[in-house]
């Protein structure tokens, strides 16, 4: 896929190594500290730690809108990680006080936007990648584009049926939330279809991925439900550690996914925005997740209307992007096009 090409790009840069490697550290202390250890030593070390970066950070979001990092001198580096230590060292716990409760707000509501946006276009591009591999196959691409459809198709039907009989059975309390979301899903699905049918009936042309796409969109949709069920029922908890660690690869995927997305259209990017960079752009949300992310440590992180604003946001946003950018591509993809 295009965002390993960008993830490429980032990896030979130094600067972006040191912030992502050092925001995944923090990112798994911040895991441990409040699942499995829960140690007052290692809470004031990961809020430090985390300071430093989220302070580091905004002077390169500063530094971003006048030049490259490529081209920042290492003095201007060496002068912002110094002020940002400085910072941490006498203001750390002001940074994540109550009273910053709003910019908590604005990066949590941030990060639901681009997580549900890419998480979108992940399940989007990857449907699409397999039926253009599909549409290659000159002979027998027809046959084999529709028999994925109608196999993805089925098998989607299956695993609806499958996730309303598990809540059923065993999270019986949480039925009729399931069942409010399975109507938004199929309602979103069978709008799209319709579209699809139509295109067909007009142009002749046949969006076969759809339901792959259904299928993936609907599995991303599962483990939203889950990580709230979860994390509402055994938050701060360790009997779960093998969902921890699953909930922790799915987020760092994303994480992945969007940042080497954004530098895969540095040129597109940089052509349309003008004033912001793709740097700009990438510092900007790594602020915002580590925020969020460090802010947990912190009681106005674990009360239950902040996780419910998390994982209804991520729903209703994502499937506000399914219903909307679904029908764009449906209308706007060629099968087998390399359009950037």
Same mark, same amino acid.
């Given at each position: 896929?295009?965002?390993?090409?960008?993830?490429?790009?980032?990896?030979?840069?130094?600067?972006? %190594?040191? +912030?992502?490697?050092?925001? +995944?550290? +923090?990112?798994?202390?911040?895991?441990?500290?409040? *699942?499995?250890?829960?140690?007052?030593?290692?809470?004031?070390? %990961?809020?430090?730690?985390?300071?430093?970066? +989220?302070?580091?950070? #905004?002077?390169? !979001?500063? !530094?971003?809108?006048?030049?490259?990092?490529?081209?920042?001198?290492?003095?201007?580096?060496?002068?912002?990680?110094?002020?940002?230590?400085?910072?941490?060292?006498?203001?750390?716990?002001?940074?994540?006080?109550?009273? $910053?409760?709003?910019?908590?707000?604005?990066?949590?509501?941030?990060?639901?936007?681009?997580?549900?946006?890419?998480?979108?276009?992940?399940?989007?591009?990857?449907?699409?990648?397999?039926?253009?591999?599909?549409?290659?196959?000159?002979?027998?691409?027809?046959?084999?584009?529709?028999?994925?459809?109608?196999?993805?198709?089925?098998?989607?039907?299956?695993?609806?049926?499958?996730?309303?009989?598990? =809540?059923?059975?065993?999270?019986?309390? /949480?039925?009729?939330?399931?069942?409010? @979301?399975?109507?938004?899903?199929?309602?979103?699905?069978?709008?799209?279809?319709?579209?699809?049918?139509?295109?067909?009936?007009?142009?002749?042309?046949?969006?076969?991925?759809?339901?792959? /796409? !259904?299928?993936?969109?609907?599995?991303?949709?599962?483990?939203?439900?889950?990580?709230?069920?979860?994390?509402?029922?055994?938050?701060?908890?360790?009997?779960?550690?093998?969902?921890?660690?699953?909930?922790?690869?799915?987020?760092?995927?994303?994480?992945?996914?969007?940042?080497?997305?954004?530098?895969?259209?540095?040129?597109?990017?940089?052509?349309? %925005?003008?004033?912001?960079?793709?740097?700009? #752009?990438?510092?900007?949300?790594?602020?915002?997740?580590?925020?969020?992310?460090?802010?947990?440590? !912190?009681?106005?992180?674990?009360?239950?209307? $902040?996780? @419910?604003?998390? *994982?209804?946001?991520?729903?209703? =946003?994502?499937?506000?992007?399914?219903?909307? $950018?679904?029908?764009?591509?449906?209308?706007?993809?060629?099968?087998?096009?390399?359009?950037?």
């Amino acid at each position: 896929m295009r965002f390993i090409s960008g993830l490429k790009g980032i990896f030979k840069r130094p600067i972006y %190594l040191l +912030i992502i490697f050092s925001f +995944i550290i +923090i990112w798994v202390g911040i895991l441990l500290e409040r *699942e499995f250890i829960h140690n007052i030593v290692l809470s004031n070390t %990961l809020i430090f730690l985390g300071s430093i970066l +989220i302070g580091f950070n #905004i002077f390169l !979001f500063i !530094f971003s809108f006048f030049k490259p990092f490529d081209k920042i001198k290492k003095i201007y580096l060496v002068v912002a990680f110094i002020l940002a230590f400085i910072i941490a060292i006498f203001f750390r716990e002001s940074i994540f006080l109550p009273t $910053f409760t709003l910019f908590y707000l604005i990066s949590i509501n941030v990060n639901l936007f681009f997580t549900a946006f890419f998480a979108f276009k992940m399940c989007m591009d990857t449907s699409i990648k397999c039926d253009d591999y599909l549409y290659k196959r000159k002979k027998a691409g027809k046959v084999l584009r529709t028999l994925a459809f109608i196999l993805f198709g089925i098998f989607n039907w299956l695993v609806m049926i499958f996730f309303v009989g598990f =809540i059923t059975k065993n999270l019986t309390l /949480f039925t009729q939330v399931a069942a409010n @979301i399975l109507r938004i899903i199929l309602w979103t699905n069978l709008f799209l279809m319709v579209i699809v049918f139509l295109r067909l009936l007009i142009t002749k042309k046949f969006a076969a991925y759809i339901t792959f /796409f !259904f299928l993936l969109a609907f599995f991303y949709v599962i483990y939203i439900i889950l990580d709230f069920f979860f994390g509402k029922l055994y938050s701060s908890e360790s009997e779960l550690p093998f969902y921890v660690l699953i909930s922790f690869l799915i987020d760092l995927l994303l994480f992945f996914y969007i940042i080497g997305s954004i530098y895969d259209r540095v040129d597109y990017l940089e052509d349309k %925005l003008k004033v912001f960079r793709a740097d700009t #752009i990438a510092i900007f949300l790594i602020i915002m997740k580590l925020y969020v992310q460090v802010s947990k440590i !912190f009681d106005k992180a674990d009360i239950e209307h $902040f996780l @419910i604003l998390q *994982e209804a946001g991520i729903f209703i =946003i994502f499937m506000f992007f399914n219903l909307i $950018f679904g029908i764009y591509f449906i209308f706007a993809h060629k099968p087998n096009s390399n359009k950037k």
